[in-house]
T-cell receptor
Framework: AQTVTQSQPEMSVQEAETVTLSCTYD???????LFWYKQPPSRQMILVIR??????QNATENRFSVNFQKAAKSFSLKISDSQLGDTAMYFC?????????????FGKGTHLIIQP | DGGITQSPKYLFRKEGQNVTLSCEQN?????MYWYRQDPGQGLRLIYY???????QKGDIAEGYSVSREKKESFPLTVTSAQKNPTAFYLC???????????FGPGTRLTVL
C-alpha cells in the first residue's frame, strides 16, 4: 500500500510571496501519478496539478509548479505570486497507474493561509 | 455545464436510520468513486465503480453500500451498521479507472 506524508500542517505567507508545500510518498510501484488538490472553505476539491511519474519534466500550471524528485519520492508544490484566493487546504495524492482498489491515496493536508 | 452534483448539501440522521447520498455526473465518465473525509484527515476511499453494474470495495467499505444502475449515477447508502457515520462525503468521477478524478461539492452528514 502507498502512503503519502505532508509534514507541514499549516503555513502562512504574505500575499505576493512564493511558498512551497512539501509532500513525500512511499511506494514500490514504478508507474503512477501524483496530484495536488486544493480544498477552499467551500470544501470543493479542486485539481491543481498532475504529474506522471514517467515524465522527468516538472508539471506547471500558471503560478503553480511542482518539483518532482522520483528517486527521493518527493513531490513539492510551489505557488508563485500568492494570492488571497490561494488560501485553502492543499492535499497531495498518489494514484497507481492501474487505478483500482486504492483509488487516490491522500496525505493529511497542509492548511495554507495567505495574509494580506 | 458539465459537472458532478451531490445532494443534499447537509444531511441529518438519527441513529439506527439508513440514509442515501446522491451523486450524479454529466461528464460521460465511466468511473465513479465515494470518499469520506474526517477532520484533520485526508480522504479515504469507500467504494468505486469502473463501469455500470460493477463496483468494488475501497479501504473503508464496512457499513456502506452502493449501486451503479446508470452511468450518470452512483448513490451511496450509509447503513445503521456504520458505527461513526458523521463525516464529509465526496463523490468523484473519472474518464477511466486510471484517469484524473474530478470531485463534486460534497455532502455533510451528521448523526444526531
Amino acid at each position: 500500500a502507498q502512503t503519502v506524508t505532508q509534514s507541514q500542517p499549516e503555513m502562512s505567507v504574505q500575499e505576493a510571496e512564493t511558498v512551497t508545500l512539501s509532500c513525500t510518498y512511499d511506494t514500490s510501484e514504478n508507474n503512477y501519478y501524483l496530484f495536488w488538490y486544493k480544498q477552499p472553505p467551500s470544501r470543493q476539491m479542486i485539481l491543481v496539478i498532475r504529474q506522471e511519474a514517467y515524465k522527468q519534466q516538472n508539471a506547471t500550471e500558471n503560478r503553480f509548479s511542482v518539483n518532482f524528485q522520483k528517486a527521493a519520492k518527493s513531490f513539492s508544490l510551489k505557488i508563485s505570486d500568492s494570492q488571497l484566493g490561494d488560501t485553502a487546504m492543499y492535499f497531495c495524492a498518489f494514484m497507481y497507474s492501474g487505478g483500482g482498489a486504492d483509488g487516490l491515496t491522500f496525505g493529511k493536508g497542509t492548511h495554507l493561509i495567505i495574509q494580506p | 455545464d458539465g459537472g458532478i452534483t451531490q445532494s443534499p448539501k447537509y444531511l441529518f440522521r438519527k441513529e439506527g436510520q439508513n440514509v442515501t447520498l446522491s451523486c450524479e455526473q454529466n461528464l460521460n465518465h465511466d468511473a465513479m468513486y465515494w470518499y469520506r473525509q474526517d477532520p484533520g484527515q485526508g480522504l479515504r476511499l469507500i467504494y468505486y465503480s469502473q463501469i455500470v453494474n460493477d463496483f468494488q470495495k475501497g479501504d473503508i467499505a464496512e457499513g456502506y453500500s452502493v449501486s451503479r444502475e446508470k452511468k450518470e449515477s452512483f448513490p451511496l447508502t450509509v447503513t445503521s451498521a456504520q458505527k461513526n457515520p458523521t463525516a464529509f462525503y465526496l463523490c468523484a468521477s473519472s474518464r477511466g479507472i486510471a484517469d484524473t478524478q474530478y470531485f463534486g461539492p460534497g455532502t455533510r452528514l451528521t448523526v444526531l
